[in-house]
């Protein structure tokens, strides 16, 4: 029986639609359906319902399971056992916050995959959040700690946002020495009812703004505002304390403290990607301790 079949299987019984399974498994997700028609046939039985929501195991797909999931257990016992010198192998999916994913893992997860050429990543640095239950990743870098599922949890590290505004603005506008003065300024945020965390909820202690002069979903885009003169906004200092035209606004009380967590599910600590790739993240939390909340 093929392998690869039987791979494929187990990724649609784990995910429920072809297009999450595809993702997993680096291919289309016409090939997917393929493969798993090609085992049906050889089964003699149909292993999945097709419906509106995805894919449900039939009665014999549910006795197939246990027997495939073996199989799995025991190909990863070969790969773990496999020389040292060969590192690790295969794809892992990274989900990360945007600004975090983007500035802090692009580079270092690319010296990664110069270090170990026979592993792949593929890098989610979206704005929102990103969950494991649906395999939408394979290790999630997260503002909040998960609280179910089987998976492994540890804090990454925390850093630290502030108050920002660019140079030019801030001489040609009130000065800014007590929160009360943020009343003449106008701000940049996040759009209330699309944020993804209630971590991000932090403009309100400051000053409740009367009036924002741009919202955004993106940390990227609300960054870019401030550059332009926009206003004021709360941005992360390893984001903004590098861009020389932009200064903090109140930095003795617009502090604001939050933890980056990590987490992957508990089925997957053996792979030696996984492992590879979940030690990695941890040395950069720790390498970029100072970057992350600078003094």
């Given at each position: 029986?093929?392998?690869d079949?039987?791979?494929?299987?187990?990724?649609?019984?784990?995910?429920?639609?072809?297009?999450?399974?595809?993702?997993?498994?680096?291919?289309?997700?016409?090939?997917?359906?393929?493969?798993?028609?090609a085992?049906?046939?050889?089964?003699?039985?149909?292993?999945?319902?097709?419906?509106?929501?995805?894919?449900?195991?039939?009665?014999?797909?549910?006795?197939?399971?246990?027997?495939?999931?073996?199989?799995?257990?025991?190909?990863?016992?070969?790969?773990?056992?496999?020389?040292?010198?060969?590192?690790?192998?295969?794809?892992v999916?990274?989900?990360?916050?945007?600004?975090?994913?983007?500035?802090?893992?692009?580079?270092?997860?690319?010296?990664?995959?110069?270090?170990?050429?026979?592993?792949?990543?593929?890098?989610?640095?979206?704005?929102?959040m990103?969950?494991?239950?649906?395999?939408?990743?394979?290790i999630?870098?997260?503002?909040?700690?998960?609280?179910?599922?089987?998976?492994?949890?540890?804090?990454?590290?925390?850093?630290?946002?502030?108050?920002?505004?660019?140079?030019?603005?801030?001489?040609?506008?009130?000065?800014?020495?007590?929160?009360?003065?943020?009343?003449?300024?106008?701000?940049?945020?996040?759009?209330?009812?699309?944020?993804?965390?209630?971590?991000?909820?932090?403009?309100?202690?400051?000053?409740?703004?009367?009036r924002?002069?741009?919202?955004?979903?993106?940390?990227?885009?609300?960054?870019?505002?401030?550059?332009?003169?926009?206003?004021?906004?709360?941005?992360?200092?390893?984001?903004?304390?590098?861009?020389?035209?932009?200064?903090?606004?109140?930095?003795?009380?617009?502090?604001?403290?939050?933890t980056?967590?990590?987490?992957?599910?508990?089925?997957?600590?053996?792979?030696?990607?996984?492992?590879?790739?979940?030690?990695?993240?941890?040395?950069?939390?720790?390498?970029?301790?100072?970057?992350?909340?600078?003094?």
């Open positions: 029986m093929d392998w079949n039987l791979r494929y299987f187990l990724e649609l019984a784990r995910t429920g639609t072809l297009a999450a399974a595809a993702r997993r498994t680096g291919v289309e997700h016409t090939t997917v359906a393929r493969r798993i028609q085992l049906e046939k050889q089964m003699g039985a149909p292993l999945f319902a097709r419906e509106a929501a995805g894919h449900r195991l039939t009665e014999a797909g549910r006795h197939l399971l246990p027997a495939v999931e073996a199989m799995e257990a025991a190909v990863l016992g070969v790969e773990s056992a496999a020389p040292a010198n060969a590192g690790p192998s295969g794809l999916r990274v989900g990360a916050t945007e600004g975090f994913g983007t500035l802090i893992l692009a580079p270092q997860l690319a010296r990664l995959t110069q270090r170990h050429p026979h592993l792949s990543i593929d890098l989610l640095a979206l704005p929102r990103l969950h494991l239950s649906r395999r939408e990743a394979d999630v870098i997260s503002l909040e700690r998960p609280k179910r599922g089987s998976v492994i949890v540890t804090k990454l590290a925390d850093y630290q946002l502030r108050l920002y505004g660019q140079r030019e603005y801030l001489a040609r506008r009130p000065l800014v020495a007590s929160r009360e003065d943020l009343r003449h300024h106008d701000f940049i945020s996040y759009v209330d009812d699309l944020l993804f965390s209630k971590e991000l909820q932090f403009i309100d202690e400051l000053y409740p703004p009367e924002f002069a741009l919202r955004s979903t993106s940390i990227t885009a609300q960054y870019e505002a401030v550059r332009a003169g926009a206003g004021l906004a709360v941005l992360p200092a390893f984001l903004a304390d590098r861009d020389p035209i932009l200064a903090r606004v109140l930095p003795h009380e617009a502090a604001f403290t939050r980056f967590w990590m987490s992957m599910p508990a089925e997957a600590k053996h792979q030696a990607r996984m492992q590879a790739v979940w030690s990695f993240l941890k040395e950069v939390g720790a390498k970029e301790g100072a970057r992350l909340v600078p003094r």
